[in-house]
Nanobody, 116 residues
Framework: QVQLVESGGGLAQPGGSLRLSCAVSENIASFKTVGWYRQAPGNQRVSVARFFRSGSASYADSVKGRFTLSRDNAKNILSLQMDNLKPEDTDVYYC??????????WGQGTQVTVTT
């Protein structure tokens, strides 16, 4: 069973920054995709930013230029630097990894709240 432990998140003001980190119990290079997702109550979980096995990254249009995804393959840590935060970024964020057979593993979720 793959374990994902998230940290970071919390409360920020508009224009502020937060950093999310996710420690994965297995080699993150072995997964088809590794990334961060968000989900509001009653809504589907959607991708915010993710790496593909090829090394390329994909960002949701709403976060391009503001969020930066990075990873430390040696430590199996995936991070999301969130800058210039907006109130609409408020959500629960999940770290997720996808196996080649399409199965996902998820972290426990971390709340990000952007408010004055």
């Amino acid at each position: 069973q793959v374990q994902l432990v998230e940290s970071g998140g919390g409360l920020a003001q508009p224009g502020g920054s937060l950093r999310l980190s996710c420690a994965v119990s297995e080699n993150i290079a072995s997964f088809k995709t590794v990334g961060w997702y968000r989900q509001a109550p009653g809504n589907q979980r959607v991708s915010v930013a993710r790496f593909f096995r090829s090394g390329s990254a994909s960002y949701a249009d709403s976060v391009k230029g503001r969020f930066t995804l990075s990873r430390d393959n040696a430590k199996n840590i995936l991070s999301l630097q969130m800058d210039n935060l907006k109130p609409e970024d408020t959500d629960v964020y999940y770290c997720g990894v996808r196996r080649p057979d399409q199965y996902y593993y998820w972290g426990q979720g971390t709340q990000v709240t952007v408010t004055t």
